[in-house]
């Protein structure tokens, strides 16, 4: 078990606030690579998407990102 995962476990026996949870939870699965994504972050992903539809459209990013 992560560290992260430790964590928010110790906070939801605690009672903590659902939101800080939720922001929590959404902070650590988009900081994790993954292997579908050839190991970068879901972040790191969508950033290089966008960048190749600023340099050559939306069906060239498209083919980059399948």
Not at 39 to 48: G, M, Q, S, V
Request: proline residues 5%; glycine residues 6%.
């Amino acid at each position: 078990m992560t560290d992260e995962m430790i964590a928010l476990r110790a906070m939801l026996e605690n009672g903590a606030d659902a939101d800080m949870l939720r922001e929590m939870i959404g902070f650590a699965l988009n900081t994790r690579p993954r292997k579908t994504l050839s190991w970068k972050t879901p972040a790191e992903a969508l950033d290089e998407l966008l960048q190749s539809i600023d340099k050559g459209g939306p069906e060239e990013a498209v083919a980059t990102a399948a």
